[in-house]
C-alpha cells in the first residue's frame, strides 16, 4: 500500500512505460486482431486502457481532461500509443499536483466500494496491468512481436543468442 505519492508515482512511471511499450510495438492491422466473435479486438481493450485512465482518476476526484472519442475506438496504432503517452504523463502529474501523502488514508465510495486513496492508485495500475496481459495475447496471434515487460520476450531472448527458458 502506497504511504507516500511518490510511491505511486514511481510505479506509475514503470507500469505505464511497459504499458508504452506494448502500444509502440502494435500496427494498424493487429487492432482488429480477437480472441473469439464476442470478445473486445486488440484495439479495444487498448483503447480501454488509454480512455478509461483518465475515467478512473475522475471517479476518484483526480481533475484531469478526458480523452476525446473516448467510445471511438481509433483506428490508428500511434494514435492510440501516442494519446497513452499524454495520459500518462498527465496522470502522475495530476496525483503530484492533488494528493497529498496524508491523503493516501483518506477513503472514498468509487465503483460503489469504500476505498482508501492508496487503493485507488493500486487498482489504476493493477488495470492496466491486467489489459496489457490481454494484450500480449492477442499481440502473438496477430503476429506481433511482444515486447520484455518483466524480463526478456522469447524474441529478445533469441536476439541476445540465447534460447527463452522453458518453464
Do not use: C
Request: cysteine-free; proline content about 4%; overall charge negative.
Amino acid at each position: 500500500m502506497y504511504t507516500a505519492i511518490s510511491q505511486f508515482i514511481d510505479e506509475w512511471n514503470q507500469e505505464a512505460a511497459s504499458t508504452q511499450k506494448v502500444l509502440d510495438a502494435l500496427t494498424d492491422q493487429s487492432l482488429q486482431q480477437k480472441i473469439s466473435p464476442e470478445d473486445r479486438t486488440l484495439g479495444s481493450i487498448a483503447w480501454h486502457i488509454v480512455a478509461s485512465t483518465p475515467g478512473m482518476l475522475m471517479e476518484f476526484g483526480v481533475t484531469v481532461k478526458g480523452v476525446e472519442n473516448e467510445l471511438s475506438v481509433p483506428t490508428s496504432a500511434r494514435e492510440i500509443a501516442e494519446t497513452f503517452r499524454s495520459v500518462s504523463a498527465e496522470t502522475s502529474e495530476a496525483i503530484r499536483q492533488q494528493w497529498t501523502d496524508e491523503n493516501l488514508s483518506e477513503t472514498k465510495n468509487v465503483f460503489g466500494r469504500e476505498l482508501q486513496k492508496a487503493s485507488m492508485l493500486n487498482m489504476l495500475i493493477k488495470h492496466i496491468v491486467h489489459h496489457r496481459g490481454q494484450m500480449t495475447v492477442l499481440m502473438r496471434q496477430a503476429g506481433v512481436q511482444v515486447p520484455g515487460i518483466y524480463g526478456p520476450s522469447r524474441e529478445e531472448w533469441s536476439q541476445m543468442g540465447m534460447e527463452a527458458p522453458s518453464i
